[in-house]
């Protein structure tokens, strides 16, 4: 199991699931109506660090994080 | 990397950071103030912020910096900012003015365009995404 | 623009001037502090102004600063100014960041350029003019 | 009658001369030795005003500054 967080002003609550890597989450996560005009904006970290590879492997108890557009300052 | 809840002392802030390089030998201090505008009819903004994330983008930043032999500071408010008062200092030291110029020009652009805090008009009470002056992450889209 | 003798009083100039502008709705401050860095074995630097033509000078970036919906601000040590304190700081106020971003570099730069300010080591108690960092003001050579 | 005064670190005392053009000016500064060194690198000013056309042309009273090379900050 994997838990998928959904930061700032997105307003879901995290969601746990299987997933061997990021397109499985990608995959998982576009069956979400409330997540349509999310996805194609936000990115991704996993454990925090920042991620740019759908085929990134996830391993049990990893934590993906979803950053829709950010305005600091 | 100093977070506040609510607005920052400035002053407080410069007068000690200039306090902390008072005896380090640089030669340029260039702090960036970022002071909430009027505008809109909004009573403040509000800020959220992803600390973790965000400590890893500084971390970075304190590296490119050293390697200039410079160095980067930054404060940021979390929560509500009324209009007029400030949520985001930063701030390069370094030996010469060219280096110092340049690092604070790309330290601000790239906390605009990275660093993992979400913006909030606040009007009438209510919190609304400022969508609209908001700027997808680098690698934004991954999932789609 | 404000001329001292002697260094300056970098914590009260910058707050002074972020209460100046605390009504002005401005969104970006940047200051500019230049600080005498110890090399060279010297005790000080020293520096000459001349002041109508800095005046003159001052006035017209206003003038350009205005033009961006900025404003300009400056200070200069005269005289003797120690290593580790300040002769300088000049700061641009702008409803935007990207203005004062780039007005606060080329503010900076032809301050350098074209300021009638002239600068000397002092060493053992003595004024030596520090010629191979002082450049030429635009259309120098006129006479020769 | 004009005034001529070197700023800065020249360390000349003001001069008063005839002159009725900057080209005047330049003429007799080149008799002085110890500006040889300066005037290549001076830059000119006339009542406080930078100017940059040897034909300008100067009366009674006008006060002409030579400034080298500056260093501020």
């Not at chain 2, 600390?51 to 304190?62: H, N, R, V």
């Amino acid at each position: 199991m994997i838990k998928v967080e959904f930061l700032g002003p997105i307003g879901k609550a995290p969601m746990e699931m299987e997933a061997s890597t990021l397109a499985d989450v990608a995959t998982r996560l576009k069956e979400e109506s409330e997540l349509s005009a999310w996805l194609d904006k936000c990115a991704v970290a996993l454990n925090d660090t920042m991620v740019n590879d759908l085929t990134t492997k996830l391993k049990d108890g990893d934590r993906v994080s979803i950053l829709p557009p950010v305005c600091g300052g | 990397m100093e977070l506040y809840d609510g607005p920052l002392d400035v002053k407080e802030i410069f007068g000690r950071w200039l306090d902390e390089e008072a005896e380090s030998n640089y030669g340029a201090y260039i702090p960036f103030v970022g002071t909430i505008r009027a505008e809109d009819d909004i009573e403040a903004l509000s800020f959220d912020i992803y600390e973790p994330i965000l400590q890893k983008w500084f971390d970075e930043w304190q590296e490119k910096a050293k390697a200039l032999g410079a160095v980067v500071k930054m404060a940021h408010a979390r929560g509500d900012v009324p209009v007029h008062t400030s949520s985001y200092v930063s701030a390069v030291f370094s030996p010469k003015r060219r280096v110092a110029l340049e690092l604070i020009d790309a330290f601000v652009e790239d906390f605009k365009a990275n660093a993992p805090i979400w913006k909030y008009d606040v009007k009438n009470g209510k919190r609304i995404y400022a969508e609209d002056r908001s700027t997808p992450m680098d690698g934004s889209g991954l999932l789609a």
